[in-house]
């Protein structure tokens, strides 16, 4: 079992910056993949961000050059750095992992709403 804690959403004007954290706990020796996602109202939830237990990372296209996904291996924290926020970029943002058997685990979700 993992257990995923999120933090770091809130109100920001278009043009700021946000930084989301994804705290691990539980069996994080074996988390393959960590990954950002988030889900506006009526929208199907998207995958924004991904990195890989090797490190590797990867972007959905609209977020790329914007956000930054980057971990913490001491604190078993991913986080997500968000500059140039943009209104649609509001949404309920939720930290998954995938590990090694192949098992899911979210978070419980933050918040982000970006305002014009």
């Known amino acids: 079992q993992v257990q995923l804690v999120e933090s770091g959403g809130g109100l920001v004007q278009a043009g700021g910056s946000l930084r989301l954290s994804c705290a691990a706990s539980?069996?994080?020796?074996?988390?393959?993949?960590t990954g950002w996602y988030r889900q506006a109202p009526g929208k199907q939830r998207e995958r924004v961000a991904t990195?890989?237990?090797?490190?590797?990372?990867d972007y959905e296209d609209s977020v790329k050059g914007r956000f930054t996904i980057s971990r913490d291996n001491a604190k078993n924290t991913v986080y997500l750095q968000m500059n140039s926020l943009k209104p649609e970029d509001t949404a309920v943002y939720l930290c998954?992992?995938?590990?090694?058997?192949?098992?899911?685990?979210w978070g419980q979700g933050t918040q982000v709403t970006v305002s014009s």
């Open positions: 998954n992992v995938v590990t090694d058997g192949f098992s899911f685990y």
């Open positions: 539980g069996n994080t020796f074996n988390i393959r993949v």
């Open positions: 990195i890989s237990a090797g490190g590797s990372t």
